[in-house]
Structure formats: structure tokens, C-alpha cells
């Protein structure tokens, strides 16, 4: 599928979802719109479509930037266990400084997901047998444990219910002043696109790199930097959002091939798209209630998850 074709769909369903909600506003209110509606509209509405446009965006891209580095298909940062890590890294914030602002809790929350993901990534370098499905298993392990340490601390200190609400992302809660932390990942966005060519050299190896004259650690780092920062940020205003960047580059792939620079555009548009799509369907399935975007994700990106595990082994048949 081509951009042209892409952003379309996205003007589209942006415009849609400004007028998806309990207060109902059509099109055609536009030009006559109340007080109460332009306030939903420059509060609510607008405020929530660009934090999902920026979370669709960077999640999808992070999920891009994390495969190529490890050369592996089905590792992100759900199944490397970085959203597991910045989940704790908020808990031990809110633990350690009571009074912690939404800011350092975003920077205790990095801290933990750069630690854990580099862990994971040492974990790698240390298995010999790199199966294609077997390194994702590692990551979600360990993200498994990482998880009821968190989980284990939640109930000693009384905080089930904060730890409820990172565990399943939802954007219900979005409104003008409490999700412009999540302007960060932009720029985030356009180092990735800068550094594309040397995160393809890089997931070919540090001899490979080090023959072209790249420095192979400072480009991982560089990477893990980026996933670390934007997963830190999206966790802390929206909660976890599981298999967005595991299927959107697999699905771009499929289609565009493995190019890395070809394919970002691509994949931030995509992941955009699906994640609007899927935050729509959650405002109407169950109108004039909502069903949490972290669900609506899980459940149809499992699918596709179980789709591509199955594609994947027919091939290789």
C-alpha cells in the first residue's frame, strides 16, 4: 500500500473520530457549534486524536527500529519486556517520591526500560540458539518476572489499582494538558528516520558494522535510546499497549519488503491508521461506553500475531 493511499485513510478516520463520542457532534454542527461543543471539541476530541496519531506513530516505529536491530520478527516492546520495565520504573517512582511529577516519573520510568532492555539485549548475545520464536519467549519471560515484581510491590504498598491503569492503556483519559509529554517522541521519530540506513548495518552484526567504518555501539545505543524514552513516555500517559509494534512492521514488511528507510514512512502511517481504527471500533462496539484501546489492541493484534506465527512456519514447510 502507498502513502498516497495512506494518508487518505487517515484524514479519514481522523475526522471521524473527532466526531465519535458520548456528546454527540456531527459535520454539520461545524458551523454552529455551542460552547459546550467547542469546548469537547479543543479539550477531549482534538487532544486525544493527535496522542493517538503520536502514539501509533512512535510505538509502530520502536517495535521497526527494535526487529532490525535484532534481526528477529517478532521482538518489540512488548515481547522484550520494555513496557514491563518502564511499568516498574513508574511503581519504584511513585514509591521512592510520593510528590513525583508526571516528568520525573517519565524519567524513572526510561531509566528502568533502558536498563531492561539492554539487559535484554546481553541475554541475546549470550544464547547460542537464536531461534526466530525462542528470543521473543526469552523477552517475554523476563518481562513476565519484571511483571510480578511489579505486581508484588503494588499490593505491599497498596497500589493495585495505579498499576491497573498502566496495564491496560486507554485513552479515555486524554484531555489538553495531560498528554503533551508525548510530544517527545516526535523528534524521537525523526532521529530514527536519520539513523534508518545505520540501524539496517547494525543488526547485520559488529563485524559487519565495524568493516564499514560504523561505531556498532553507539548505533545500538542510539536505538535503544529511542525505544527506551518512547515506550517510557507512552506508558506513563496512556498505559501499555501490547503488539502494536510487533505486527504493524511485520505487516509493512510483508508488503514493502525489509528496507528499513523505505519502510518507516510506511510503518508510522500504518500504525497510525490501525491504531485509530481500533480506537474507534472501541468507542461504538459498546456505545456509549468505551472498550480500553490496550484490549481492543490485544485482541485483534493477537490474532494477527497467531497469523504471522503460522505464516511464518507454513513458509519455512
Known sequence: MKIKYL???LILLSIISVFVGVQEISPLDLFKLNDDQV??????????????????????????????????KFVSPTTAGTMDWARLGILVAIVVFSQASTLERMFVAFLFALGGTFLFMKILERIRFKNVIFVPLVGMMLGSVVNSVTTFLAYRYDLIQSLSAWMQGSFSLVLRGRYEILYVGIPLVIVAFL???????AGMGRDFSTNLGLNYKQIMNTGLFIVALITATIVVTIGSIPFLG???????SIMRGDNLKNSLPHTALFGAIFLLACDILGRILIYPYEIPIGLMVGVIGSAIFLYLLLRRNSHAA
Do not use: D, E, H, K
Open 39 to 72: 469546548q469537547t471539541i479543543l479539550i477531549s476530541r482534538i487532544p486525544r486524536l493527535v496522542s493517538i496519531i503520536i502514539v501509533g506513530v512512535s510505538l509502530s516505529v520502536c517495535g521497526l527500529i527494535m526487529q532490525q536491530l535484532t534481526q528477529n
Open 195 to 201: 539513523f534508518a540506513n545505520r540501524f539496517t548495518v
Open 7 to 9: 494518508l487518505p485513510l
Open 246 to 252: 510487533l505486527i504493524i512492521p511485520n505487516i509493512v
